[in-house]
């Protein structure tokens, strides 16, 4: 079983829709947790962090389950712009970043 | 533009030859990452460095790869005898803060290709 997992998608959505992205990890002394972004043929960047409070940052709100031990990404209001990869990603009591093969979303007009 | 750079931005090399990329960090953060991706995979984590010192090498770190970073700034990959199986986009990130938890940044990459 893989470290992190993520539903590969692809999602299609409706500028205007709402998407939400769920991913789990395995072990439980992951301690840090992310989400970043991807777009095609560029390398990831930070999104958000996510913190067992749950945060939002504009449109996105991520929120942590350490007891199930999920993570999930909700966009609202999803734009053009939106359409990218999605990488989940936790840190274990150590250094590396663990990263989900991520979720594609796809926004049409 | 003070984020994290890479150079090449793309190599093409045969088989069998050795190839080398350079990586450099944000100014002043001391943690330097190098990650592997390959197509519909996440990145995969190579090697960390804090400072000068190298922390942690991952078991995907064969013998014919080897990390540097000299002066505790800029760090250099090196892959010898190529394979096939090496090309892959190459990433370096950067990361500072008191915890290694911290959020990492991410070059460009080096895409190589082993033909």
């Known amino acids: 079983r893989k470290e992190v997992e993520q539903d590969p998608g692809p999602f299609n959505v409706p500028e205007g829709a709402t998407v939400a992205f769920n991913c789990t990890y395995s072990?439980?002394?992951?301690?840090?947790f992310f989400w970043y972004r991807q777009d095609c043929r560029k390398e990831p960047k930070l999104l958000m962090s996510v913190y067992s409070s749950g945060n939002e940052d504009g449109r996105f709100t991520a929120q942590l389950n350490r007891a199930s031990q999920y993570i999930s990404l909700l966009i609202r209001d999803s734009k053009l712009s939106d359409s990218a990869t999605y990488l989940c990603?936790?840190?274990?009591?150590?250094?590396?970043?663990?990263f989900g093969k991520g979720t594609t979303l796809s926004v049409s007009s | 533009d003070t984020g994290v750079s890479q150079d090449p931005r793309h190599k093409i090399t045969k088989r069998g030859q050795n190839v080398t990329f350079r990586c450099d960090p944000i100014?002043?953060?001391?943690?330097l990452y190098w990650y592997r991706q390959t197509l519909g995979q996440g990145p995969e984590f190579l090697t960390y460095f804090q400072n000068e010192a190298q922390l942690e090498k991952s078991r995907l770190l064969s013998d014919r790869f080897s990390a540097e970073r000299p002066k505790g700034s800029f760090s250099t990959l090196e892959i010898q005898r190529t394979e096939q199986g090496d090309s892959a986009m190459y990433l370096c990130?950067?990361?500072?803060?008191?915890?290694?938890?911290?959020?990492?940044?991410f070059g460009p990459g080096t895409r190589l290709l082993v033909l």
């Open positions: 072990n439980s002394a992951s301690q840090s």
């Open positions: 990603v936790v840190i274990r009591a150590g250094t590396a970043l663990i």
């Open positions: 990130a950067s990361s500072s803060g008191p915890s290694v938890e911290e959020a990492q940044y």
């Open positions: 100014s002043e953060h001391n943690r």
